[in-house]
């Protein structure tokens, strides 16, 4: 008999966003004619489409893969073809950060180098997680047989834990701006989590899906931007929110050069050596047209088409977060990042409250209970929809809680 791994046993039963999509559909079954009026606010998914410089080098490249001369088959690397890693390390220094192409190895998406990436410690750490957090933090290390505790955000700490010296972790989890609370961490707050990380000898694992949101001079867009943050931190980047990649998948992490840990004979390993190994070994790489496509993103005419979806996006997060204000609901983010955290009205559980917009307005957005403990009485809206159902959305909601 084959053995299994029984730590999936210790997930819960379903994904965050697998149980939303359960209640929508039974909701739509037994009220078809109000299932009708649905408006989404609850995946992170965009709605606007790719720039269009991104298209033109995506077809240019699909068709150099019709000619024989241009054919290209697996790239030689595997981590990237140079083009676009020169790209990314282009992209880093426009704003601040010192990541040559060597450190970078392009992927399908963020999500899959959160989960990937634990494959290149052992079982048994000690993983330290804030709490709210996005899911695949803590259900890729429950997998792994790993220790999970948290670090805890909350309205008192503006949703941004700090590091509690008493507290030793050997894997770190950070995320800003914050999946689901969007909260940041400014420069002085994540100096002095890169402190505690090189005090624990610890690594961190810095999710900067969203760093293109970022409006605020003090906010850091890479957490190469803090002093030392190369000897003990990982980043994760994706271009699924900032480029409208969610349907064609590109992304990319940074391990550099100087992040070294020692293995249990005490000998130096260079982390991006082994993540190379596990790359190589399991990943075949982004094809060819996609990174073509990728590397548009960062000309100057693909940032500024780019941009204007951002600017859109921020819109809608302008209006939801007047509305909040409106109502009178606190609430975090909006500012740097295209989610807003706010707090369900009269003390709701989380869930509750999603099942309240559902049924009374039919409007989903996610409970903030399916990112951690600390999210029991908030409720995570996303500004990826059009300026016309979000205020639509605003509309109802006023109207309901109004009554």
Known sequence: MAK??????NLKKNYLFIEIAKR??????????????????????????????VVEA?????REMGVKETFRGYEDSGAGYDFLREAVSGYYKSFGADVSPDEIRISD?????????????????????????????????????????????????????MPDK??????????????????????????????????????IIYDAAYEAFITED????????????????????SLSKTASFTGTR?????????????DSKGNDVRLCEIWGRRQGSKFNGVSYPVQRAAEAVFTPQGQKQCRENIKYYQENARIIGSTCDELGIKYTGGVNSPYIWLKCPNGMDSW????????????????????????????RLTAFSTHEKTSEAMERLKELLKK
């Open 109 to 161: 998406g963020a999500k899959s180098d959160c989960g990937n990436i634990i494959d290149i410690f052992g079982s048994g750490n000690v993983v330290l997680v804030t709490d709210p957090a996005y899911p695949v933090y803590v259900d890729s290390n429950i997998m792994n047989g790993n220790s999970v505790i948290f670090a805890n955000s909350t309205e008192e700490n503006g949703f941004a834990a």
């Open 166 to 203: 008493s507290v030793h972790a050997d894997l770190i989890y950070l995320c800003s701006p914050n999946n689901p609370t969007g909260s940041v961490y400014t420069t002085e707050q994540l100096k002095e989590w890169v402190d505690y990380a090189l005090e624990n000898n610890a690594v």
């Open 250 to 262: 590109c992304g990319y992490t940074v391990v550099p050069n100087d992040l070294i840990q020692k």
């Open 24 to 53: 929508i559909k039974a909701y739509s079954e037994q009220n078809p004619e109000k299932a009708k009026r649905l408006i989404r606010m609850g995946i992170g998914d965009v709605t606007l489409p790719l720039a269009p410089v």
């Open 218 to 237: 003090n906010v850091p867009r890479s957490i190469f931007c803090i002093e030392n943050a190369k000897k003990c931190a990982i980043e994760i980047c």
């Open 352 to 379: 509750d409250f999603f099942d309240m917009l559902l049924n009374e307005i039919q409007v989903v957005g996610t409970p903030g209970a399916g990112f951690g403990k600390n999210g029991a009485n908030w409720f």
């Open 58 to 62: 995506m077809v240019k490249a699909s």
């Open 4 to 9: 299994l791994n029984e730590n999936f046993g």
